[in-house]
Nanobody, 126 residues
Framework: QVQLAESGGGSVPAWGSLSISCVVSGDTPRPYTMAWCRQPPGKEREGVASIVSGGRVSYADSVKGRFTIAKDNAENTLYLEMNKLRPEDTAIYYC????????????????????WGQGTQVTVSP
């Protein structure tokens, strides 16, 4: 079983920056694909960014150039650095993981992931 635990959410003004992280524990599959997904208030959950165990990344168009996904294998931690935040980035952010590699050309498909964290709230004020 895999456990994912996000942290680092909070409130920032528009154009601000925030980093969130996700610690992975348990029986981590190899290879794997990890992702950050988010659920804005009153909307469906959507994919934001993905990274595979080999390092290839993908992003939704709405965050490309502003968000950076990265992982630290030694610390079993996934990161999402968010810059130039907008009010529309307000959401609960979830990290997710699945066995095997999926190379996305755009946003990850959230229904393809097996393991989920509990989420962390990010609020961007105008």
């Amino acid at each position: 079983q895999v456990q994912l635990a996000e942290s680092g959410g909070g409130s920032v003004p528009a154009w601000g920056s925030l980093s969130i992280s996700c610690v992975v524990s348990g029986d981590t599959p190899r290879p794997y694909t990890m992702a950050w997904c988010r659920q804005p208030p009153g909307k469906e959950r959507e994919g934001v960014a993905s990274i595979v165990s080999g390092g290839r990344v993908s992003y939704a168009d709405s965050v490309k150039g502003r968000f950076t996904i990265a992982k630290d294998n030694a610390e079993n931690t996934l990161y999402l650095e968010m810059n130039k935040l907008r009010p529309e980035d307000t959401a609960i952010y979830y990290c997710a993981m699945r066995p095997a590699i999926i190379w996305y050309s755009g946003p990850p498909q959230e229904d393809e992931f097996s393991y989920w964290g509990q989420g962390t709230q990010v609020t961007v004020s105008p």
